[in-house]
């Protein structure tokens, strides 16, 4: 402040010596650069407590906004809450202290507490250990993950596997390690979030296809023949519609245009088809889809993980390149040796899956005589009660619960607005 109060000095006159006007010239230099410097810094200062003030704003401001949308969310009906389970997942469970039927589950063959795989998964505690410590490449595999994976390949009928620790990391983790800026991927769109996300992180050209549309499908292939990669990219069963994709006309457009086929299963591995194999084996191409993508997380088990399996070049490239395998901890010992055993019980308790298929039957068939607008394929078991307004659909599904029944609603944004439902899943070891 001193400084900047500083007189300028007297003018110089010609009876100045030389030698004294050089001293005056250095002395006002002198003053002139600390006049400069205190200036810049009291601008600096000021500019600090500006961002200062700012940044303040903008917490408060985001606080705000967020404040304010999940007050719309509540009104609107759409806020989401958890509800607390107090016992294992099965038919009948415990919440809030009140016994209830399970009916939201994705544990379609009931599975979920098996004592058979519950013990499978102690043993293995026993043999193996707890966890790993470890992504898979560095020292995080075990003769089991080996096992499990060369097992999940010979039930889908191809040549490999690759364990994931979610299904959603396999998709996250698929697309980004093939394709490039010169290929092209073309998607069903009403396809799993998990599909959506892995297809941003890659640079391909991104195509959506009206849901289940055939002949909108081959528009885009027939645009689309200078990519040097085409992906089709679609769920099985699509869990929030209970319909399924035509494999069979999707593979031929495929083979017709030179295209690549990708298959998201979680919906229907281990229950849909005659054994279980899922979609392409309702459709008869099993040997024809070029990438599986499915679970260990619904039917299979309920517990976690998630894989691609396809043939062994795929899967080998998938090991050096896809970023949620390479950095991600491997799946932990008791959910691997419990999950053999689920494929065990699938291949030779049969009868779990010919239950499932009845239960649907006169589940859906019973609902739309009673005047319910029933969505999806008559043979799915995954069963959206159409309402249509978020609220009422929240509040009929509370009305259930008091009634034993546990659904959710599904609104807006996993489904498109105006179109909420209450999902209805069936169990096989629920005798309807």
Known sequence: FFFLMIRRPPRSTQSRSSAASDVYKRQVSTQSTWGIQI?????????????STTAKHTHHSLKAIIEAQIKEL?????????RIITSPQRISIQTNGQNVLNFCANNYLGLADNQDIIEAAKRTLDTHGFGLSSVRFICGTQDLHKE???????FHQKEDSILFTSAFDANAGFFETFLTEEDA????????????????????????YNHLDMQDLERILQETQNARLRFIATDGVFSMDGDFAPLDQIVALAKKYH???????????????????????LFGVEKEVDFISSTLGKALGGGSGGYITSRKEVVDYLRQKARPYLFSNSIAPAIVGASLK???????????????????????????????????????????????????????????????????????????????????????????
């Open 342 to 432: 689920v494929f065990d019980i699938i291949d030779n308790q049969p009868q779990l899956i010919q239950q499932l298929n009845t239960n649907t039957k006169v589940f859906r068939e019973g609902m739309q005589k009673a005047g319910f607008k029933i969505l999806g394929n008559q043979a799915c078991p995954i069963v959206p009660v159409y309402i249509g307004d978020a609220k009422l659909a929240g509040e009929l599904a509370e009305e259930l619960l008091q009634e034993g029944i546990y659904v959710i609603a599904f609104s807006y944004p996993v489904v498109p607005k105006g179109q909420a439902r209450i999902r209805v899943q069936i169990l096989s070891l629920i005798h309807i």
């Open 74 to 82: 509540k009104q609107t009906g759409v806020y989401k809450t958890e």
């Open 259 to 281: 295209a690549y086929t990708f298959v998201d299963e979680c919906h229907a591995t281990g229950f849909l088809g005659e054994t279980g194999r899922g979609t392409p084996q």
């Open 148 to 154: 499990l994976e060369r097992k999940i390949a010979a």
């Open 39 to 51: 200036k810049t810094g009291m601008i600096l200062t000021k500019l600090v407590r500006n961002f």
């Open 185 to 208: 991927i073309i998607s069903d769109q009403l396809n799993h979030a998990s599909i959506i996300d892995g297809v941003r992180l890659c640079k391909a050209k991104r195509f959506r």
